[in-house]
């Protein structure tokens, strides 16, 4: 099947205008229109990748003064794949087993490294005697699915088994990501829980990209607003699925929406700009996870765009997000 692009598919009916943008994040969007004039169309990938939205952060920025070994492995991985490279960061304070976030990194499938968005990931560690896997799985469209998703599911089944030489304990490992890295973090937890896998304590999905079907009512009110829009998120999808995009075999694994069961779950926490692609997908995830009876925290940040968080650090909203974000970790840890 050819998937339809974004241009042809009808909107759905009675769909509104763009919700509007919270005040203080619209000023930190500002300056960033004239990257997002342009529709980030496949051609324009390799442009994506040589100048990034936002800086590596260095060992040294990893280090947080002190509080934190970092170091870089080389670990198996899928069988045939080339070794998955693994970013970790464990509390040099730590006097015994230690909670650990395993971390996929955003960037539409398409861009990004391990150290990608892995600072803030970082922080939250530091606040709560936390350790820190990020993962540098392969990138579409040179890696297709499932590539990508089983280099991280790799590397999760690694660190699991060698979480007594890491000092993490492997009762409570939180996968946890942003954008395509929440997706890829939803698709480990479905993943986890099919091949009796690693149990999880929990799954951090921050405004997760979840659907290649790219039709909810949200993808047709921001498209051509904000950071990702409905081209954007087409791009994505179809660098990662090719023609089998928004078509009918698309695995759960590849697009987790596509899951007809979400019972059995680790305890889920998603959040999500009002004012963004996902809204709507978002949405509805947790929605469905509580009507297969599971447990998720759902949050819907008022004028939020995509990412919001990482390029208004400061505005109100963000701050909020992500004290509700550890909030949520502190809870989940504690019980």
Known sequence: MTPTSPSTVPAPAQVGPPPPFDPECAVALAPLA????KPLTADAIPALRQHPLTPRPTDEDLRRGGAFAVEERSVPGPEGAPEVSLLICRPTAATGPTPAIYFTHGGGMIVGDNRSGVLGMVEHAEALGMAVVSVDYR???????????????????WTAAQAGELGIDPARIVVAGGSAGGGLAAALALMARDRGGPVLAGQLLLCPMLDDRNDSVSAHQMAGLGVWDRTANDTGWTALLGADRGGP???????????????GLPPAFLDVGSAETFRDEDVAYATRIWQAGGRAELHVWPGGFHGFDGFAPDATISREARSARRDWLRRLLAG
């Open 249 to 263: 075999d698309v695995s759960p694994y590849a697009a987790p929406a596509r899951a007809t069961d979400l019972s």
């Open 139 to 157: 990138l579409a469209p040179e890696t297709p699915h499932p590539g990508p998703v089983e280099d991280c599911y790799a590397g999760l089944v």
């Open 34 to 37: 004239e990257v997002f004039a």
